[in-house]
């Protein structure tokens, strides 16, 4: 009897620590790795919509047509993960926009310098602007800011998921 309880003790005691640090080790790495791919995904996303949208305005944005900006600009957010999308003139002041949750876009694009950069990934959103150019010359600029939420919540539930069945597969281990 003793040398059960011993062999449980020196067997099962270490071999239950072991499982439990992998488990808790296999989820950070699990959470970490669906996050990066999220973000490199929006970040991905949020370029190329720019970039389209940006060609897709010049002319507008040269004659500075609201009318035909503005549904342009409508239909970016048709994206339940925008925040807010704004058209700049040369100047980089406010020609149209629309504003879901966030504030509304305010001061001027450097319009310059757009373009030069990646996409700013902040805490829970991701801006991005781009220039928008007609006949070689930048016309004008858009900015977009996509909300993170729906995606890390997705990424909490998948977590949480793998968490459970993972101890599940622990408890059933032992």
Not at 2 to 9: D, F, K, N, T, V
Not at 15 to 42: C, D, E, K, P
Not at 114 to 139: D, F, H, M, N
Request: aromatic share 4%.
């Amino acid at each position: 009897m003793e040398a059960r309880r011993s062999l449980q003790i020196n067997l099962v005691l270490p071999a239950g620590i072991v499982l439990a640090v992998a488990l808790g080790v296999s989820y950070f790495t699990f959470s970490a790795m669906l996050q990066g791919r999220a973000s490199a995904s929006r970040v991905s996303k949020s370029k190329s919509v720019a970039e389209m949208a940006a060609r897709a305005m010049a002319e507008g944005v040269e004659f500075n047509d609201r009318d035909v900006l503005q549904p342009m600009v409508d239909g970016i957010f048709e994206d339940p993960d925008v925040k807010s999308a704004s058209v700049h003139d040369d100047k980089g002041a406010v020609i149209v926009s629309h504003v879901g949750t966030g504030p509304a876009p305010t001061g001027t694009l450097r319009i310059e310098e757009l373009g030069k950069g990646e996409p700013v990934v902040t805490g829970s959103e991701v801006e991005i602007s781009r220039p928008i150019r007609s006949k070689g010359k930048a016309v004008g600029g858009i900015r977009l800011v996509y909300s993170r939420d729906r995606t890390l919540a997705e990424i909490s539930r998948a977590s949480g998921l793998y968490a459970v069945i993972a101890s599940m597969s622990l408890l059933l281990g032992l």
